[in-house]
T-cell receptor, first 112, second 112 residues
Framework: GQQLNQSPQSMFIQEGEDVSMNCTSS?????WLWYKQDPGEGPVLLIA?????ELTSNGRLTAQFGITRKDSFLNISASIPSDVGIYFC????????????FGKGTKLTVNP | NAGVTQTPKFQVLKTGQSMTLQCAQD?????MSWYRQDPGMGLRLIHY???????DQGEVPNGYNVSRSTTEDFPLRLLSAAPSQTSVYFC???????????FGSGTRLTVV
């Protein structure tokens, strides 16, 4: 089946640093989504991307839909302790399937 | 609005026992899915439904059954629990995968 390769698997940063993570696939996706999961909770949607090349921001978060439609990037600026969690990318494949394919996640640790 | 409600939050089963994980949503979403989350494996799709009476298999369906008799409810049944089914299970719903799924807070299942 389709797979999303998410990297890095984990990151340890200092408060105030910027963070970048990405997701790639061998398949073309129509939609890219970025989720955050706090410990003990379900994932929560952060950003949705719908067009190749699209750049969308949500506060300190910025995500981009790659022009090849096979990748996406998430940047977090000026990290704070509450940014700790697992970040997942997810994609909706061509053909209008209502299924989402998820990456394995990037675990972010922020040291105060 | 309660969103997506999962019960129970925690469960311990003995090998061979059966049980049903409950999931209910009050957002009138047509699409519902069950995922399992294991360390380093991300979120893997077990079963999904595109509406009442319609279900289909996901990536890891073996050992699980689902049914969708109403729009609101989407229970997941473990027929004969195995230690390999120890995991955190998430139910999610959506009116369109393109706009992302809303997740419940999860059921942590341990099979001994």
């Amino acid at each position: 089946g389709q797979q999303l390769n998410q990297s890095p698997q984990s990151m340890f940063i200092q408060e105030g640093e910027d963070v970048s993570m990405n997701c790639t696939s061998s398949s073309i996706f129509n939609t890219w989504l970025w989720y955050k999961q706090d410990p003990g909770e379900g994932p929560v949607l952060l950003i949705a991307l719908y067009k190749a090349g699209e750049l969308t921001s949500n506060g300190r978060l910025t995500a981009q839909f790659g022009i090849t439609r096979k990748d996406s990037f998430l940047n977090i600026s000026a990290s704070i302790p509450s940014d700790v969690g697992i970040y997942f990318c997810a994609g909706q494949t061509q053909g209008g399937s209502e299924k989402l394919v998820f990456g394995k996640g990037t675990k972010l640790t922020v040291n105060p | 609005n309660a969103g997506v409600t999962q019960t129970p939050k925690f469960q311990v089963l003995k090998t061979g026992q059966s049980m049903t994980l409950q999931c209910a949503q009050d957002m009138n979403h047509e699409y519902m899915s069950w995922y399992r989350q294991d360390p380093g494996m991300g979120l893997r799709l077990i079963h999904y439904s595109v509406g009442a009476g319609i279900t289909d298999q996901g990536e890891v369906p073996n050992g699980y059954n689902v049914s969708r008799s109403t729009t609101e409810d989407f229970p997941l049944r473990l027929l004969s629990a195995a230690p390999s089914q120890t995991s955190v299970y998430f139910c999610a719903s959506s009116y369109s995968a393109r706009h992302g799924y809303t997740f419940g807070s999860g059921t942590r299942l341990t099979v001994v």
